[in-house]
């Protein structure tokens, strides 16, 4: 075989074992900027496009922009659902109608009429290291 032969096949084997990673994997930052109250805990769920909950996180609300990292993801399509615990019960409150009293969001910043937006307009796609920002009110 000669060099070239070798540079070609070896090449070819390179690409195979690291360029056709399936399992390539992403980070998501969820900020959670214009906060009214720098106070409380931020609940975060991660869910993936058949609402299957990937992971969830709990943020303490301080000083700044908020934010967390979820890490090693798999590229794909996914939603946030986060809420403001400000009383320290770990759920969201509710009025008399089950409207929120606590600030809540979606990713892509969505709301719904009458209730959540629907799961479809909340999905965004990941495809590599991503940060979004989440209104909460």
């Known amino acids: 075989m000669d060099k070239f032969s070798k ?30 109250d720098q106070e409380g805990k931020i609940f975060i769920k991660l869910l993936d496009k058949n609402e299957e909950l990937v992971d969830r996180a709990i943020v303490n609300v301080k000083r700044g ?5 979820f890490m ?27 409207q929120p009293t606590e600030p809540y969001g979606f990713s892509n910043n969505v709301r719904g009429t009458f209730g959540p937006p629907s799961f479809e307009k909340q999905l965004f796609t990941l495809s590599g290291n991503k940060i979004i920002e989440v209104i909460l009110d």
């Open 72 to 98: 090693k993801l798999k590229a794909g399509s996914y939603a946030i659902v986060a809420f403001q615990d400000l009383n320290g019960n770990k759920d969201i409150d509710k009025g008399f109608f089950g």
């Open 65 to 69: 922009v908020p934010q967390y990292t």
């Open 7 to 36: 540079f070609l096949l070896l090449s070819v084997f390179g690409f195979a074992l690291f360029g056709f990673q399936t399992g390539s994997r992403c980070d998501l930052t969820v900020k959670f900027p214009q906060l009214e």
